[in-house]
């Protein structure tokens, strides 16, 4: 009896562990392979909603890995984009500042990276195409908001501690995106006149956006990483752990509404 009671035990937990997936993919963009990171739980449901997980400026790194998986533990497919190829990252600043401004000083090529995503994301199996939204940390704040202003079919778009500013303005009617800004009052890369900025230009777009501003909170709020990251080189970025518990759930709430889960 008790044999049978361990190996049921044993079972039914191997079982839960083999419904969380996670996979290293590859896919193309032009003539550049693209190394991401697919992670899903086929318990949640055969047909899942797909996000879209944009890494800070260092890459694809751990952190962006663990918020897809985080997503996938939530019912979602997730893939963590890879807008450098190859896979890589960094955590010294030169070399990440350099990665960033190969793809946003090259005109188009942050968009076609983003879409050859998008794509491979809609194929997956456990994938509902018609149902697709986008996060992104840092860089990748500044990036899925830049395609929610281009139109991209986007269900929502939300930035953690992104960019504000855009050389593409969003144009009236065009955002089919929810937009959820989640920002820290006291970034150093995001000051009040972009902010003010983005709200006009938000408005004058007809565009259903939401914007929060923690108090006190610093650039890098969600990545626990922020604190070693920013002393190894001289950056004014840290992680608040309030912060980043209180943003994770506004995201889950916007994506409660918009498929609704």
Not at 247 to 260: D, G, H, I, K, T
Request: hydrophobic content about 45%.
């Amino acid at each position: 009896m008790i044999s049978r009671l361990l190996f049921l035990a044993l079972f039914f937990s191997s079982g839960l562990q083999a419904a969380l997936h996670e996979q290293s993919v590859s896919y193309q963009a032009g003539t550049t392979t693209f190394k991401g990171y697919l992670a899903w739980d086929d318990a949640k449901g055969e047909k899942q909603p797909g996000v879209l997980v944009v890494h800070e400026w260092w890459g694809l790194n751990d952190y962006a890995k663990q918020r897809a998986k985080m997503l996938a533990e939530l019912g979602y497919t997730a893939l963590a984009v890879d807008m450098y190829g190859d896979g890589k990252f960094s955590e010294h600043a030169a070399e990440a500042s350099a990665f960033m401004a190969s793809v946003v000083e090259r005109a188009g090529v942050s968009e076609q990276r983003f879409a050859a995503a998008e794509a491979f994301l809609k194929r997956q199996p456990s994938v509902d195409p018609g149902k697709i939204a986008a996060i992104g940390y840092c860089f990748g704040g500044a990036t899925v908001l830049n395609m929610a202003r281009q139109g991209a079919d986007l269900a929502a778009v939300v930035s953690f501690h992104g960019n504000l500013v855009s050389k593409t303005p969003a144009q009236a009617g065009k955002v089919k995106a929810k937009i959820l800004v989640l920002n820290g009052a006291a970034d150093e890369f995001v000051t009040a006149d972009s902010i003010a900025a983005f709200e006009t230009e938000m408005a004058k777009a007809g565009a259903d956006y939401r914007f929060v501003n923690y108090p006190g909170v610093r650039h890098g709020f969600t990545n626990p990483d922020a604190d070693r990251l920013g002393k190894a080189n001289n950056l004014p970025i840290a992680y608040d752990a309030d912060a980043d518990r209180q943003s994770w759930a506004a995201m889950q709430e916007l994506f409660r509404q918009v498929f609704r889960k």
